[in-house]
């Protein structure tokens, strides 16, 4: 006899789970809990088996009856329906573990072992963001170039241009490492370099007159804001190495002694290691710091924690608080200021200047004669910067 609904809504839980049929192998079970569960009953290849609908009132009982007339079609096709299921729940397993969210961090986590920087880590976290709704979840073998496109196309119709850029670059890391892993038969996003509007290429903000730059030297001293901060400004003008660097500084970095700094190549944009002579001045002003955050961990580090370097944002408001606007000067912008005023002083090879930026040569001539280093040049030009600066901020 078939059920009716108000009979499956009155039954009780009793001490023992009790069935009730309803007709051709489907029958709702009540638990002991009162959970009602609808099973359906059948046979497949002379062994009897037993398939699970769901749970009432979730799956009505005319959606459970649609169940078994769809598990009944697939027996005389000779089709397991509960082996099926099961085939169908293990591939969505399986593209789960392959969705393209999934090789990204398991691409992401590698980049971490292989000691890539904190930053290069969090950005590429972002780009992650970026395409994790368009195509996240989908299997990465799956994805196509148009997928990967209208993608692209949403962080360029609101003007971020960089940003698709950028995320077409980690989308094809991501892919040539599926690629790699036996995962996905090819980079889809190879063929979009040239489907996206070009960023205008972007200079950051420096002050390149001696003059103005002495005045920018005298407003640091004046900095009233926290003593690490104050350092930092300080420090950065004389080292000329990327914000990012000056942040995750370390003191097991440092070389007192041999007056070095030197900076692993996980930390280092070109992914070599880079060595920074410290003057006479830099040196005393990592000192004085070193009286305050060493001796162990970040030379910068945040104001909440000493477990996270100091904020990307904060000599650059540094620079805010003294005046200057961030079309006057910017923290990455004093590279360009020493590199400016080192190569118009005329004194020092141009190699040098470029390795102290830790600039890759552009081209093989100039690399071969770049393995030197150049470093008693760099460690006599160390201290002629620094004494230059003095005098810039004296007025001279």
Same mark, same amino acid.
């Given at each position: ?230 350092? $930092? =400004?300080?420090?950065? /003008?004389?080292?000329? %190495? !990327?914000?990012?660097?000056? @942040?995750?500084?370390? *003191? ?103 390795? $102290? =930026?830790?600039?890759? /040569?552009?081209?093989? %001539? !100039?690399?071969?004669?770049? @393995?030197?280093?150049? *470093? ?21």
């Amino acid at each position: 006899m078939s059920l009716k609904d108000v009979q499956i809504r009155a039954l009780r839980a009793a001490q023992r789970p009790f069935k009730k049929a309803d007709g051709k192998g489907l029958y709702v079970e009540v638990s002991p809990t009162g959970s009602k569960l609808w099973r359906y009953k059948y046979r497949y290849a002379g062994k009897e088996k037993r398939l699970t609908f769901g749970a009432h009132p979730e799956v009505t009982l005319a959606e459970a009856r649609r169940r078994r007339e769809e598990a009944r079609a697939k027996l005389e096709q000779g089709i397991d329906p509960g082996l099926e299921k099961k085939q169908k729940k293990a591939a969505a397993k399986v593209s789960a573990e392959n969705s393209f969210e999934a090789v990204a961090n398991e691409y992401i986590c590698k980049m971490g072992k292989e000691g890539r920087a904190d930053a290069t880590l969090t950005k590429a976290r972002y780009f992650l963001g970026v395409l994790r709704p368009a195509i996240g979840t989908m299997p990465v073998s799956d994805v196509d170039p148009q997928m990967l496109l209208a993608a692209l196309k949403k962080a360029e119709a609101k003007g971020n241009y960089e940003t698709a850029k950028k995320a077409r670059s980690f989308a094809s890391r991501v892919f040539r490492f599926a690629v790699a892993t036996a995962r996905a038969p090819a980079d889809p996003a190879a063929v979009l370099s040239g489907a996206l509007i070009a960023p205008k290429a972007k200079n950051y903000a420096a002050i390149l007159d001696p003059h103005k730059f002495g005045a920018l030297l005298r407003a640091i001293d004046t900095f009233e804001g926290g003593a690490i901060t104050a350092l $930092a =400004l300080k420090i950065a /003008p004389h080292v000329f %190495v !990327r914000p990012g660097e000056l @942040r995750h500084a370390e *003191w097991s970095e440092f070389d007192f002694e041999r007056a070095e700094w030197r900076i692993p190549e996980g930390k280092m944009k070109e992914r070599r290691p880079h060595a920074v002579p410290l003057s006479r001045q830099v040196l005393t002003l990592f000192k004085e710091l070193h009286d305050i955050t060493g001796p162990q961990g970040y030379a910068f580090p945040a104001v909440t924690t000493a477990k996270r370097p100091m904020s990307e944002n904060t000599i650059n408001a540094a620079f805010r608080r003294l005046g200057f606007t961030k079309d006057e000067v910017t923290a990455h912008g004093l590279r360009a200021t020493a590199s400016t005023l080192l190569n118009e002083s005329g004194k020092w090879n141009p190699d040098a200047i470029e390795r $102290a =930026l830790a600039h890759r /040569p552009s081209n093989v %001539v !100039r690399g071969i004669y770049h @393995r030197g280093e150049h *470093w008693q040049d760099r460690v006599l030009m160390a201290q002629w910067w620094s004494d230059h600066l003095d005098e810039l901020r004296a007025g001279s």
